[in-house]
């Protein structure tokens, strides 16, 4: 009997191995195609942000204050090819300090952002630290003197 | 029985090697050598744009640009730029004090005597306009001429300028700069200022500031060794009704 056995269970055992074998090898390849689709994906993702942190470029242009000192206003220009997003944080010599969050600015614009100081404000002969802060970690920054 | 068992067995591996074998080799040509394809090529892009970049900041660095104000005969202001730099440039913003003008004047290389306005500005006793502008690549320059001032019915300018730019070939040059004026013997040229320049590169550039001597016609001479290589007369200052900056190019 387990001759017999014996005889028929080549043919079927390699039916079975290689049933099996394109069968993991095909869930493999799948699980590969994905994965490599992802991995490039997310490559090519950080890749392009990379870029954008790398050719991201604004300047402070201007800045002024109300004739009351209340309000500080800083001019910045983005002259670089990809649109940002800016935080202001201004710190006076005196202690005294004020921020505004969020302003977007497109490329190849400007935009005019006003700090508040209403309560505390600035005098004459202040001396300003304005530093621009992209949300991509680039930084602008300039002394103004009120 | 023996014998047959062990070739049975020899079959079945080589066929599971095969496909194992073709499966390796799908794998890497349809997932792993295209994904690193694809992963060079975004690194390609990145050092372009790394390249693309410095040669941005490098022309940011090397664009100059000056510029004076002056008051036109409706006392609105005018801007008049001069490209310093090999290369064009394009002025985006005019700021007079608080006011942001846009614009879009493309400057040539070395291009001067650009007009730019004129600015409707409001004539208050002692008003001051301070004049910027803003050149496509980010750069801010300041007036050459400083601070205009609008005071007893007047237009007063902080300085009044003839800038001498010498291109020609060379690297020593003297600069003199006369006034026709009458010392006490007649209208003759006057010298008032001297100046020794070198030019190493690009141009040599020497202001002369002429505040202290007022309105007039003023000459300069441009000396290479003792070789007259430049003689421009008829630099006419006429403040407020000219331009308080004039422009010399040997």
Redesign the interface.
């Known amino acids: 009997m387990l001759g017999i056995r014996r005889a028929l269970s080549p043919v079927i055992a390699t039916i079975i191995i290689s049933a099996a074998v394109m069968a993991i090898g095909g869930g493999l390849w799948a699980y590969a195609q994905g994965a490599s689709t992802v991995i490039a994906n997310d490559y090519i993702n950080g890749t392009l942000s990379l870029v954008d942190e790398i050719t991201e470029r604004f300047v402070v242009e201007w800045v002024s204050n109300s004739v009351n000192g209340e309000t500080l206003t800083i001019w910045v220009y983005n002259y670089g090819a990809v649109d940002i997003t800016v935080d202001v944080y201004v710190d006076v010599d005196d202690g005294n300090y004020g921020t505004t969050f969020d302003t977007e600015i497109v490329a190849g614009s400007y935009a005019s952002i006003e700090v508040s100081f209403v309560g505390d404000p600035l005098e004459t002969g202040d001396e300003v630290s304005i530093k621009v802060y992209s949300w991509r970690q680039n930084s602008a920054y300039q002394t103004y003197y009120v | ?1 023996h014998t047959k ?1 062990t070739m ?1 067995r020899r ?2 591996r080589g ?2 090697s095969i ?2 074998t ?2 390796f080799v ?2 890497l040509f ?3 050598i ?2 690193f394809l ?2 060079n090529e ?2 390609i ?2 050092e372009q ?2 390249r ?2 410095a040669c ?1 900041d490098e022309e940011k660095a090397r664009e100059d640009m000056s510029f004076y104000v002056y008051p036109d005969a409706s006392d609105d202001l005018v801007v008049v730029v001069q490209n310093k730099c090999p290369m064009g440039a394009k002025v985006v ?1 005019v ?1 007079i ?2 006011d ?1 003008n846009s614009v879009s004047t493309v400057l040539d290389p070395m291009e001067g005597g650009v007009e730019i306005g004129p600015y409707d500005v409001v004539l208050e006793e002692g008003a001051i306009f301070n004049c ?1 502008i ?1 050149s ?3 750069n ?1 320059f300041d007036s050459s001429s400083g601070d205009l001032e609008y005071s007893g019915g007047m237009w007063v300018v902080e300085t009044k300028l003839i800038n001498v730019v010498i291109s020609a070939g060379g690297v020593v040059f003297k600069v003199y700069l006369y006034k026709w004026e009458d010392p006490g013997g007649g209208l003759q040229w006057v010298e008032k200022d001297y100046a020794q320049v070198w030019k190493i590169g690009g141009s040599a550039f020497k202001p002369f500031e002429v505040s202290l001597w007022g309105n007039g016609e003023y000459r300069v001479v441009v000396k290479r060794g003792s070789n007259i290589i430049h003689d421009e007369d008829g630099l006419i200052m006429e403040w407020p009704d000219g331009p308080s900056t004039l422009w010399v190019y040997a």
């Open positions: 029985m068992h049975c079959k079945k066929m599971s496909l194992g073709l499966i799908g794998i349809t997932a792993v295209p994904m694809v992963m975004a690194d892009i990145l744009e790394k693309e970049i941005f913003r700021w004090n608080d942001p910027r803003t496509e690549r980010g801010v």
